[in-house]
């Protein structure tokens, strides 16, 4: 005869066996992969430092070289004018699926639509230049460029917004001494950082 009581217990004893077991399993499981898989194996300082070529804006990580906005403008007609136009004020219909915004120019931002954001009027920081240009241009071959060449276009492009002189050349001493327009206008996530 079946009471409730015995049913209760049977069940207690059945589900704290299988709590058991599953707790076995668990330290089992942690016991075999305190070790890992065994799979690859560890990256080296070196190795980190090759593909961590993040550029902060006061300038730290930028590599060495320099570069003018002369040397700029010889290689932004040989690598850059087919898709930004020439002298970088308008993008060329046909190289991609929309026409690229102008590279130089632009009024004050007056709202928040993204045809009026320009290198002069919007972005807070030279070493964000230096950064996308070094990371994704030229577009169908980016991080082909030296360092130089990404000075050089940098300061090209700071030099037609006005924002450099014609004669100044950027470096890594340099280049984060110069004061975008829109600085002021973002606020800072690690000010301490700055």
């Not at 002069?120 to 460029?145: C, E, G, H, K």
């Not at 990404?150 to 470096?171: F, P, R, W």
């Amino acid at each position: 005869m079946f009471t409730p009581s015995r049913i209760s217990l049977s069940l207690g004893v059945e589900a704290l066996g299988v709590g058991a077991l599953g707790l076995a399993l668990c330290l089992a499981a942690t016991a075999a992969s305190a070790d890992g898989p065994g799979l690859g194996k560890p990256v080296t300082e070196a190795e980190i430092a090759a593909w961590d070529i993040s550029i902060e804006p006061n300038g730290k990580g930028l590599p060495p070289g320099a570069g003018t906005p002369a040397q700029g403008a010889h290689i932004y007609v040989e690598k850059c004018a087919a898709c930004h136009g020439p002298e970088g004020k308008a993008g060329v219909t046909g190289v991609t699926a929309a026409p690229l915004p102008p590279l130089v120019g632009g009024g004050p931002i007056t709202d928040i639509s993204a045809a009026t954001k320009r290198i002069a009027n919007f972005w807070p920081y030279p070493t964000t230049v230096f950064d996308y240009i070094r990371r994704s241009m030229p577009w169908q071959q980016p991080m082909t460029l030296a360092n130089d060449e990404v000075y050089a276009l940098t300061a090209y492009i700071l030099a037609q917004n006005k924002l450099i002189g014609e004669n100044d050349t950027m470096s890594a001493e340099t280049l984060p001494k110069v004061k975008m327009p829109n600085r002021d206008g973002f606020i800072v996530r690690f000010p301490d950082a700055m």
